[in-house]
C-alpha cells in the first residue's frame, strides 16, 4: 500500500497525559499536512511542511502541540497535557511540490481524552 | 474572516434521482476548490480541483463547477455507492502552499 499512513488508529488517554502520533506521507510527496476534524464538521488546518521545514501554523495550534518532520519524510504530532476538548480525529495528508496541488489523506488518529 | 457555507446538510435520494449540492464561499485570495468525499471513519478521498469561475470536471456520475462566489457537485443517476459526506474546500496561498478551509459537508444517502 503507497498511501498515507498514520499510527495509532485509535488513542485513548486521560486528562494531563501526552500523546504523539505518526505520519507516513506517500514517498514522493514533499509537503505534509496535519488537521484535525471533530465530529459534523470538516477537517481544519493545523500545520503545513515543506520537506523538513515548517512553513505555516494555524492559531488552532496552541502551546500544547507541537509537530516535527525531522528528516523530511515522517512526522510526528505532539499533544502534551491532553484536555478533553482535544478529543478529535487528527488527519494527516501529504501532496507533490507542484502548484495547487490535490492532498491525499491518511486514515486519521481518532483521539479520545477521558 | 474566510467562511464556506455547504447545503444541504443533509440529502437523502432514491437510487436514479439526480440532485446538486451547493458550496458557497467568501475567501479572500482564492487559488483553487477542491472537492472531497468522505465515508465514515476514513480521511476524505479527492474528487476534483477547480481552478477558476466557468471551470468543470466531471468523473463518472459527478461534475463539480465552479463560479465566483459559488461551486456545485452535481450527482447524476446516483447509486447507493455514492452515500457519503462530500466537502467543498476554498484554497488560499500560505507558506509557499495552499490550504484548504473545509465546510461542514453534505452527507449524501442514496436509497437503493
Known amino acids: 500500500d503507497t498511501g498515507v499512513s498514520q499510527d495509532p488508529r485509535h488513542k485513548i488517554t486521560k486528562r494531563g497525559q501526552n500523546v504523539t502520533f505518526r505520519c507516513d506521507p506517500i514517498?514522493?510527496?514533499?509537503?505534509l499536512y496535519w488537521y484535525r476534524q471533530t465530529l459534523g464538521q470538516g477537517p481544519e488546518f493545523l500545520t503545513y511542511f515543506q520537506n523538513e521545514a515548517q512553513l505555516e501554523k494555524s492559531r488552532l495550534l496552541s502551546d500544547r502541540f507541537s509537530a516535527e518532520r525531522p528528516k523530511g519524510s515522517f512526522s510526528t504530532l505532539e499533544i502534551q497535557r491532553t484536555e478533553q476538548g482535544d478529543s478529535a480525529m487528527y488527519l494527516c495528508a501529504s501532496s507533490f511540490l507542484a502548484g495547487i496541488d490535490e492532498q491525499f489523506f491518511g486514515p486519521g488518529t481518532r483521539l479520545t481524552v477521558l | 474572516e474566510d467562511q464556506v457555507t455547504q447545503s444541504p446538510e443533509a440529502l437523502r435520494l432514491q437510487e436514479g434521482e439526480s440532485s446538486s449540492l451547493n458550496c458557497s464561499y467568501t475567501v479572500s485570495g482564492l487559488r483553487g476548490l477542491f472537492w472531497y468525499r468522505q465515508d465514515p471513519g476514513k480521511g476524505p478521498e479527492f474528487l476534483f480541483t477547480?481552478?477558476?469561475a466557468g471551470e468543470e470536471k466531471e468523473k463518472e456520475r459527478l461534475k463539480a463547477t465552479l463560479t465566483k462566489k459559488e461551486s456545485f457537485l452535481h450527482i447524476t443517476a446516483p447509486k447507493p455507492e455514492d452515500s457519503a459526506t462530500y466537502l467543498c474546500a476554498p484554497s488560499k496561498e500560505a507558506g509557499g502552499s495552499y490550504i484548504p478551509t473545509f465546510g461542514r459537508g453534505t452527507s449524501l444517502i442514496v436509497h437503493p
Open positions: 477547480l481552478y477558476s
Open positions: 514517498s514522493e510527496h514533499n509537503r
